[in-house]
């Protein structure tokens, strides 16, 4: 929890570069494309063709790799994990998953798992570039514009946007409101160590705080904002004023161009 609040922390969001002055609706559209370009149908030359826009991106957005791949820490074992698990059971179709003695094979299961590890942590990559250049404001702004059609539909846009973006706002809160209940826990004698039988037990003391912390804080919220007047069916001003410019069109037809491109130099 404390690496997610990490990652979608806006604290140090930089809005003064040309991603951050970008209009959010068009970064959520370029990671969304950029990323079903990777999932879809995607090789090596895919993966390189993203990790060098990547690189390009966070160059124009003078953004330091430390600063990225600290926001990514928190996933490293996630990363680690696919890399194991594929290189565990990835088999050709006429070889079994258990099978690791002939040097071919090998090498076929380190390319694969290695192939899947990248894709994530391409994935991962852009979505800390995202967080990074954008506040949780304007993504639930981004989100609610984008999906404004649907209420044709009967779809309660605004709501979910609303929930999303409170969502995205109270997950620093709460995680260190469970830092504060683990450090109370230690100072009481748990243990978190051991065995994973133990350590899922030692878990019980931290969840269940949390969670009644949780729902009173959402109750408090709740109330507050009826108290306020708040209606979700009145029409409404934004905080933020989104403007879509040459530079927002720009950017999603070289998107469009290099996943046309990617995909026609299979």
């Known amino acids: 929890m404390h690496h997610l609040s990490q990652m979608l922390s806006n604290s140090d969001a930089d ?25 879809w149908d995607a090789r090596w030359l895919d993966l390189l063709i993203w990790a060098a826009v990547a690189a390009m ?23 680690v994990l696919v890399f194991g698990l594929q290189f565990i059971f990835m088999a050709r179709p006429d070889t079994p998953f258990w099978q ?21 942590f391409l994935f991962i990559f852009y979505s800390a570039l995202l967080m990074l250049t954008t506040s949780p ?25 609303m929930m999303a973006g409170i969502a995205v706002r109270f997950i620093p809160t709460v995680a260190e409101e469970g830092q504060k209940i683990y450090k109370a826990q230690l100072a009481r004698g748990a243990r978190f160590q051991g065995s994973l039988v133990k350590r899922i037990r030692a878990l019980i003391p931290l969840v269940v705080p949390l969670l009644f912390a949780t729902v009173r804080r959402a109750e408090e919220l709740a109330l507050a904002m ?11 001003s934004s905080y933020t004023r989104l403007t879509w410019g040459y530079r927002e069109t720009g950017l999603l037809l070289g998107t469009l161009a290099v996943i046309i491109l990617t ?4």
């Open 57 to 79: 991106v966070r160059a124009a957005g003078k953004i330091s790799v430390e600063r990225i791949l600290a926001r990514m820490r928190g996933f490293v074992w996630l990363i």
């Open 226 to 236: 009826e108290a306020r007047g708040y209606d979700s069916r009145a029409h409404r």
């Open 263 to 266: 995909k026609q130099m299979h």
């Open 100 to 120: 690791f003695g002939d040097l071919d094979l090998l090498m076929f299961k380190l390319e694969r798992a290695a192939f899947f590890a990248f894709r994530l």
């Open 15 to 39: 809005h003064a570069s040309l991603p951050g002055r970008l209009d959010p609706r068009a970064k959520l559209i370029f990671v969304i494309l950029a990323t079903l370009s990777l999932f």
């Open 137 to 161: 404001i304007e993504m639930a702004d981004a989100l609610e514009r984008l999906f404004r059609p649907l209420r044709a539909v009967r779809v309660p846009v605004h709501e979910i946007a």
